[in-house]
């Protein structure tokens, strides 16, 4: 499915993305015209490590998960992508093959920008291009976070961390939100295992910090206790 067949999905991937807020009318047209939209089923590899890329994505809704796979086959969950999200700019930029995996969770809808006229767009524009090396700057700030997150932090500060994250990104009501990834997944994110993430779960629920219905719902208790876990205060 493309953009001319569902308009709203291209124009919601430029109002949503922080590098493209505030852009004149003029500018806004200009990416308009060259961005494509689809729609993906759950389980579908945008990209595999490896593979050469020319394209610029964006997450419009959804979420996507890049993942690295170790030479034993084990999946680690790199970063999560939720709507707002762009990804495949350094491969699409230094011509390198992806170093991750990028899949979606759930069904997803995905808008895209080729190469070419990527490049078109950014040489032509000054504020866009210096908005993308804040981008690339934010990316790197991120990266350095995640190697923190992992290496540092103990299992109940990573998933306190976690689930403050997933809080803020599905827009919670009155602290409830539902957890857009497994069990299993969330384990892969915070470098543990699942039974660890149980164990912990059940811990935060005994000290009355969240609450869970079900397998997926969550609802946060005392955020102001969590993010003191989180080492975020």
């Given at each position: 499915?493309?953009?001319?067949?569902?308009?709203?999905y291209?124009?919601?991937?430029?109002?949503?993305?922080?590098?493209?807020?505030?852009?004149?009318?003029?500018?806004?047209?200009?990416?308009?015209?060259?961005?494509?939209?689809?729609?993906?089923?759950?389980?579908?590899?945008?990209?595999?490590?490896?593979?050469?890329?020319?394209?610029?994505?964006?997450?419009?809704?959804?979420?996507?998960?890049?993942?690295?796979?170790?030479?034993?086959?084990?999946?680690?969950?790199?970063?999560?992508?939720?709507?707002?999200?762009?990804?495949?700019?350094?491969?699409?930029?230094?011509?390198?093959?992806?170093?991750?995996?990028?899949?979606?969770?759930?069904?997803?809808?995905?808008?895209?920008?080729?190469?070419?006229?990527?490049?078109?767009?950014?040489?032509?524009?000054?504020?866009m291009?210096?908005?993308?090396?804040?981008?690339?700057?934010?990316?790197?700030?991120?990266?350095?976070?995640?190697?923190?997150?992992?290496?540092?932090?103990?299992?109940?500060?990573?998933?306190?961390?976690?689930?403050?994250?997933?809080?803020g990104?599905?827009?919670?009501q009155?602290?409830?939100?539902?957890?857009?990834?497994t069990?299993?997944?969330?384990?892969?994110?915070?470098?543990?295992?699942?039974e660890?993430?149980?164990?912990?779960?059940?811990?935060?629920?005994?000290?009355?910090?969240?609450?869970?219905?079900?397998?997926?719902?969550?609802?946060?208790?005392?955020?102001?206790?969590?993010?003191?876990?989180?080492?975020?205060?």
């Amino acid at each position: 499915m493309d953009c001319c067949e569902h308009c709203t999905y291209e124009s919601s991937c430029i109002t949503t993305v922080p590098v493209f807020k505030g852009l004149h009318e003029d500018d806004i047209q200009q990416i308009r015209k060259v961005t494509h939209s689809r729609s993906y089923p759950k389980g579908t590899f945008i990209f595999r490590e490896g593979e050469q890329s020319e394209t610029l994505f964006v997450v419009n809704e959804g979420l996507i998960k890049l993942t690295k796979t170790s030479a034993e086959g084990k999946e680690q969950i790199v970063r999560l992508l939720f709507p707002g999200d762009f990804f495949g700019l350094i491969s699409l930029l230094r011509n390198e093959k992806q170093n991750v995996n990028a899949e979606t969770i759930g069904k997803t809808v995905i808008c895209s920008i080729d190469k070419k006229d990527f490049l078109k767009t950014m040489e032509s524009n000054a504020e866009m291009s210096f908005r993308f090396l804040l981008a690339m700057n934010d990316r790197l700030y991120e990266a350095d976070e995640s190697v923190s997150f992992l290496g540092l932090m103990e299992v109940e500060q990573r998933l306190a961390r976690a689930l403050i994250l997933f809080h803020g990104k599905m827009k919670a009501q009155n602290g409830k939100f539902t957890l857009p990834i497994t069990k299993r997944d969330l384990a892969s994110y915070i470098g543990t295992t699942p039974e660890s993430v149980s164990r912990k779960l059940l811990s935060f629920i005994s000290q009355q910090l969240i609450r869970i219905d079900g397998q997926r719902q969550i609802q946060i208790l005392e955020m102001d206790q969590l993010k003191e876990i989180s080492g975020l205060t």
